[in-house]
T-cell receptor, first 115, second 113 residues
């Protein structure tokens, strides 16, 4: 079965600093990979996804992520963090099922932004 | 577009009571999912459905039941509520294509006391 590990429960950065959130996955085939963001009291919103092709994917709000097959990783990055980026971030892997996928989520990383 | 709508937003149950969490989507999506979110544990898949009349268990189905009589609706039933079912529940849906993203509802916060 697939699994996702987000090793950092909390990350604290200063506004304007760069950000990297780590994600490692376990899956027997080429995975579908996702990053979602959750603001307090809200559902999850997709930041970006990787299905195939270019291993560096761009998302919304200035985020990007790089798929590294050799490291089974899909780390999320942003060059300059804004206070509004404070939220919970979830990495997910999609196990292929029929013509679609079943998503499995990591436990999340809480991002704290200091002014 | 309303997207994915969940009701109620909040609910307190006594141990042993039953209730149904409602989820409806207006995007004609085939795939629908129920997740529960516990603090520090991420989202765990309870049940999912790939179309009307078809449902399957996820990672944590015990204590729950679902049905999918229409494309739009995917209710989650708790028959005998237990404190371990205190959680935030999210419904999500997606279109049938493999590269489509999930659309999430805003969640139902359930407390069982």
């Amino acid at each position: 079965a697939q699994s996702v590990t987000q090793p950092d429960i909390h990350i604290t950065v200063s506004e304007g600093a760069s950000l990297e959130l780590r994600c490692n996955y376990s899956y027997g085939a080429t995975p579908y990979l996702f990053w979602y963001v959750q603001s307090p009291g809200q559902g999850l919103q997709l930041l970006l996804k990787y299905f195939s092709g270019d291993t560096l994917v761009q998302g919304i709000k200035g985020f990007e992520a790089e798929f590294k097959r050799s490291q089974s990783s899909f780390n999320l990055r942003k060059p300059s963090v804004h206070w509004s980026d404070a939220a919970e971030y979830f990495c997910a892997v999609g196990a292929r099922a029929g013509g679609s996928y079943i998503p499995t989520f990591g436990r999340g990383t809480s991002l704290i932004v200091h002014p | 577009n309303a997207g994915v709508t969940q009701t109620p937003k909040f609910r307190i149950l006594k141990i042993g009571q039953s209730m149904t969490l409602q989820c409806t989507q207006d995007m004609n999506h085939n795939y629908m999912y129920w997740y529960r979110q516990d603090p520090g544990m991420g989202l765990k898949l309870i049940y999912y459905s790939v179309g009307a009349g078809i449902t399957d268990k996820g990672e944590v189905p015990n204590g729950y039941n679902v049905s999918r009589s229409t494309t739009e609706d995917f209710p989650l039933r708790l028959e005998l509520a237990a404190p371990s079912q205190t959680s935030v529940y999210f419904c999500a849906s997606k279109a049938g294509r493999a590269d489509e993203k999930l659309f999430f509802g805003s969640g139902t916060q359930l407390s069982v006391l």
